[in-house]
């Protein structure tokens, strides 16, 4: 059976996480701050967390960057609880290693749709293939990526954002393809998670080897410089 930890200091949104949650066959651990969530973390290893981003004692962003850079916790997918207006959260919540969010108030088959989407691709993602382009080199076998031979740190989404460009170098990939093959859903969803991850993809690479585009009114194309 699959865990999920809900780190959330509203009690009645944990509660109906933990009812709707479990009825979909997971079992549930709860915490109700961040200091609270991060000892959970560590101590049960879940395969998924649901943190929010606004937690007593310790703020979701933090309490994310936290569980990534413990190598205990940092290949656990987190998807994050936030307020519409907390834009400036959500993107730092994606650059400490966020996988996912969703605004509040939010539909609970939404996130349960999110939920199984994220450990889908998770459970996806073992098999071996390497995958180059300029001084980039993409090893899924070890999850590394390296440029010119320098090992660079990339999120779990950023690392198959960056896949799913190298498998398809040179094409024009909308915003709306990204979000179905990379995140998983469709364009319902906000197409600046798209934007904020490659914000964050580009700072990372760093190379001139390799660009990613952006083509106004279509999407992005990942370009390898000859």
């Not at 939404?110 to 993409?138: D, F, N, P, T, W």
């Not at 990613?212 to 992005?220: E, L, R, V």
Request: charged share 30%.
């Amino acid at each position: 059976m699959q865990q999920i930890l809900i780190i959330e200091d509203d009690k009645n949104i944990q509660k109906l996480l933990h009812i709707n949650l479990s009825q979909e066959g997971f079992r549930v651990i709860e915490a109700f701050d961040g200091i609270q969530g991060l000892a959970r973390a560590e101590e049960s290893k879940p395969d998924l967390i649901i943190l929010d981003i606004n937690l007593p004692k310790m703020k979701g962003v933090e309490v994310c960057r936290q569980l990534k850079i413990n190598r205990l916790t940092s290949k656990i997918p987190v998807i994050m609880l936030t307020v519409k207006k907390d834009e400036i959260d959500r993107v730092l919540g994606f650059e400490v290693g966020a996988d996912d969010y969703v605004t509040k108030p939010f539909s609970v088959r939404e996130l349960i749709l999110r939920v199984k989407a994220v450990l889908r691709r998770r459970k996806e993602e073992g098999s071996e293939s390497r995958l180059s382009a300029g001084e980039i080199a993409l090893d899924e076998s070890s999850f590394e990526v390296k440029v010119n031979k320098k090992l660079v740190t990339l999120t779990a989404t950023e690392f198959r954002l960056l896949k799913y460009f190298l498998i398809n170098k040179e094409r024009i990939l909308s915003r709306d393809a990204l979000l179905n093959n990379v995140w998983g859903y469709d364009s319902e969803i906000d197409t600046r998670t798209v934007d904020a991850h490659i914000k964050s993809l580009r700072k990372k690479l760093r190379t001139k080897a390799v660009k990613i585009a952006t083509i106004i009114g279509m999407g992005y194309k990942f370009t390898e410089n000859v």
